[in-house]
């Protein structure tokens, strides 16, 4: 396939430079601070106000067409020009393409970076990139970096004993497989919902007690557990504390009656529910704005629309489009094309008709309730897709420029920051990584990078050390 012949450009400032020092090269003796100090120059200071109290991640998976959605590129030559034009939106000059007809509504909440890349276009397969945009870390590393969603459970816990602090809904599709623990004690660890939906008999397993255990004799055993760590050797320290507070939590949300309501959609009034859209997707964003509602620190959203009578064929809805991307009906269910097959269509309703839909009402909602104020949202993919069409009229795997909207917790609104060339093809200005995006998050809630955390056998590691905060995002 014929990309566009113009070359990658990668603008670093100093202290981007300075992060390419290795920690073994600086010393060992005094290296320790002087990386810290380098690496980390542009960690959250004073200057930075800490706006957020949550984060919603919506976390689009399969790699998002970025020029059929947030970055239109009209000039694009027409054999591989996106069908979805070019509009308005809320704010002068800010445009979209037809398929954000609903979120150009909500642009005066949003800024959207159309910078973001991996660097040499690298981190270009689901998983890894998957695992990437999670952690905010190039996987393969030495060592196994957990979700920035458990390093933000670590530092800061839950303002909301009875549900899990870091919660992933649905969870139940194959790069959800991709989060990780990490080397963070057990706590941290991602609670997925699993399920569909859009079901009205669905509702989390294993949120009660087995039957045949009443709460009275649920809570003796309980007491009878504790008694048993009398005399356990101090050197189990963390370990043991960790399992307490683990189990502590399970309690909590075993015996408490409003663990179960807060996943009930049931008692959402009809018209909410119908805003969001009634789909699988609909109800995870709204599913996504209850939880923070009720204070869970960390909330990803990793959907798309299960198969169902409406959609036959459409049995792996990610964004994944390698072929027939611009299809009204299903992508095909056989793999003998470029691997796109159980999708549909871009422009379908189970593909941007339900995210266009689901995304501006959250935005809309959540503004209205007051909890933007406090809550950072974040629209993400692991990459964007090509600029031109491959010979299958599919767009394949692009890592050299893509886009991420954010709102909320400060966030400027009606907000571009970056640009890719006149095809979508490579980042001009402002170049941003997902180890960015990190930094951002960590700054938005307050939480200093320059403070390791430490693994079991106590080794230091900085979170987000190669990223720098997007200070258009401030």
């Given at each position: ?278 789909g699988h997707r609909g109800q995870c964003y709204l599913l996504g704005r209850r ?184």
């Open positions: 396939m014929d990309l566009p012949n113009i070359p990658p450009v990668e603008i670093l400032p100093m202290n981007r430079l300075l992060q390419r020092r290795s920690f073994l090269g600086i010393g060992m003796a005094g290296g320790l601070s002087l990386w810290a100090s380098a690496a980390l120059g542009n960690a959250p200071s004073q200057s930075i106000a800490a706006k957020a109290k949550s984060i919603l991640l919506i976390y689009e998976q399969g790699g998002l067409s970025h020029i059929d959605t947030w970055d239109p590129k009209p000039e694009i030559p027409a054999d591989h020009r996106s069908p979805h034009g070019v509009i308005a939106t809320k704010v002068p000059g800010m445009q979209f393409t037809s398929l954000l007809a609903k979120t150009a509504q909500v642009a005066d909440k949003l800024t959207v970076v159309r910078s973001m890349y991996h660097k040499d276009g690298g981190v270009n397969g689901h998983p890894d990139g998957t695992q990437y945009a999670l952690s905010g870390e190039v996987p393969g590393g030495p060592l196994e970096m957990p979700d920035i969603g458990g390093v933000v459970t670590h530092r800061l816990g839950s303002a909301c004993n009875y549900l899990p602090p870091y919660i992933m809904i649905p969870g139940n599709h194959e790069q959800a497989a991709m989060t990780r623990q990490g080397f963070l004690p057990p706590e941290t660890t991602v609670f997925k919902t699993q399920g569909n939906l859009a079901d009205p008999k669905w509702q989390v397993p294993n949120l009660g007690l087995l039957a045949g255990i009443d709460q009275r004799r649920f809570l003796d055993r309980r007491d009878l557990l504790s008694n048993l760590n009398i005399g356990v050797a101090s050197g189990a320290g963390r370990r043991l504390e960790s399992m307490q507070s683990l189990r502590e939590k399970t309690v909590d949300m075993l015996t408490n009656s409003a663990t179960k309501s807060a996943f009930q959609l049931g008692d959402e009034p009809d018209a909410m529910r119908e805003k969001y859209g009634r939880l923070i509602e009720r204070g869970v620190r960390f909330v990803t959203v990793d959907v798309r629309e299960p198969e169902t009578p409406q959609s036959p064929g459409g049995f792996n809805m990610n964004w994944d489009h390698h072929d027939l991307i611009y299809t009204s009906g299903s992508c095909g269910t056989v793999r003998d094309k470029a691997g796109g097959e159980g999708r549909y269509g871009i422009g379908s309703w189970q593909m941007m008709g339900s995210t266009d839909q689901a995304f501006a009402a959250l935005i809309g909602d959540m503004d209205q309730r007051g909890l933007l104020a406090e809550t950072l949202v974040i629209f993400a993919t692991e990459f964007g897709r090509t600029p031109r069409l491959n010979k299958f009229q599919g767009r394949d795997h692009w890592a050299h420029g893509y886009s991420h909207a954010f709102a909320g917790a400060g966030v400027p609104g009606g907000q571009l920051v970056g640009r890719t060339d006149k095809e979508g093809g490579y980042v001009l200005d402002r170049p941003y990584l997902p180890d960015d995006v990190a930094a951002s998050i960590y700054a938005k809630l307050g939480i200093d990078r320059s403070k390791p955390l430490y693994t079991p056998q106590n080794r230091p590691v900085f979170m987000a050390h190669s990223g720098k905060v997007i200070e258009e995002l401030f």
